[in-house]
């Protein structure tokens, strides 16, 4: 069975940093790619960012580039997203996500993780 | 990456068929094969419900179908029935590895 389990959520300031990190079963992390989608209170679903298999490919929407960055440890089964410079804006439930394929190019989302949430606030 | 179009509430009674579109450009849903639609019940994690504009996996009923025309995808739920009441999203591929969703649309089930 799939588990996708997301942590490091949490409360922070407007400008500090925090990591996620998405921790993988019941399947082999190296052989797709993943993703990570947020949620803010209320509202609808948005792509954060994406890396594929072996991490040549990796991109971010252009509401976080700069700021956010997607990395994996295949061999530790585990997803991650390093958020800088978070802003108000940034507070979401952040879900960890499967891709069906190897590429972050093609296919969909076929395995969601429950969310950690982060909000930022002063 | 602007987000998709949806209607943000369609609504049926039992039995009847509803349809929800989700539009977007060239550079996204006319241009590629990978929309896919989700389904969201409140407080629950999004799950697959379409794929590749008109594909079902299995265990989705066949009640929910999928096509695509130009820039328009569109998901259609016959014989409505009342667990079929959530949150949709439309998703696809936008080219350079991004994705975009749409913005949601809320089916109510009368």
């Known amino acids: 069975e799939v588990q996708l389990v997301e942590s490091g959520g949490g409360l922070v300031q407007p400008g500090r940093s925090l990591r996620l990190s998405c921790a993988a079963a019941g399947f082999t992390l190296g052989d797709f790619a993943m993703h990570w989608v947020r949620q803010a209170p209320g509202k609808g679903l948005e792509w954060v960012s994406g890396i594929n298999w072996n991490s040549d490919n990796v991109d971010s929407a252009d509401s976080v580039k700069g700021r956010f960055t997607i990395s994996r440890d295949n061999a530790k089964n585990s997803l991650y997203l390093q958020m800088n410079s978070l802003s108000t804006e940034d507070t979401a439930l952040y879900y960890c996500?499967?891709?069906?394929?190897?590429?972050?190019?093609?296919?969909?989302?076929?395995?969601w993780g429950q969310g950690t949430l982060v909000t930022v606030s002063s | 990456q602007s987000a998709l179009t949806q209607p943000r509430s369609v609504s049926g009674s039992p039995g009847q068929s509803v349809t929800i579109s989700c539009t977007g450009t060239s550079s996204d849903v006319g241009g590629y094969k990978y929309v896919s639609w989700y389904q969201q019940h409140p407080g629950k994690a999004p799950k697959f419900m379409i794929y590749?504009?008109?594909k079902r996996p299995s265990g989705v009923p066949d009640r929910f179908s999928g096509s695509k025309s130009g820039n328009t995808a569109s998901l259609t739920i016959s014989g409505l029935q009342a667990e079929d009441e959530s949150d949709y999203y439309c998703c696809s591929y936008a080219g350079s590895y991004t994705w975009v969703f749409g913005g949601g649309t809320k089916l109510t089930v009368l």
């Open positions: 996500v499967k891709a069906s394929t190897y590429s972050t190019s093609s296919g969909l989302f076929d395995f």
């Open positions: 590749d504009v008109s």
